[in-house]
């Protein structure tokens, strides 16, 4: 794993400080790693409906409706609607 050294704002250390008091996280690290999972899987989502968005516009038109579209997208991130 890669040693980094970065500077938080007082609110952020602070509430960083509190997730791991609460037990919800063992460390800052662990923390830090897994909203930069998150911050990942998101972009991954946005890309995909950013993609189908774009393949629609190219093709004219789509029969997916806004409502179907959004589904598929929960669908593919796992969320339950």
Known sequence: MTRQSISFTKP???????Q???KEYSS???LINDLIR????QQLEIDWIRAK???AEKSG???DSK???LKQAKAKSGEKL
């Open 12 to 18: 952020n250390d602070d509430w960083l400080k509190e």
């Open 20 to 22: 791991v008091a609460s």
């Open 28 to 30: 800052k690290s662990e």
């Open 38 to 41: 998150q911050a990942r899987k």
């Open 53 to 55: 968005i774009e393949r």
């Open 61 to 63: 038109f789509t029969n």
């Open 67 to 69: 409502a179907e579209i």
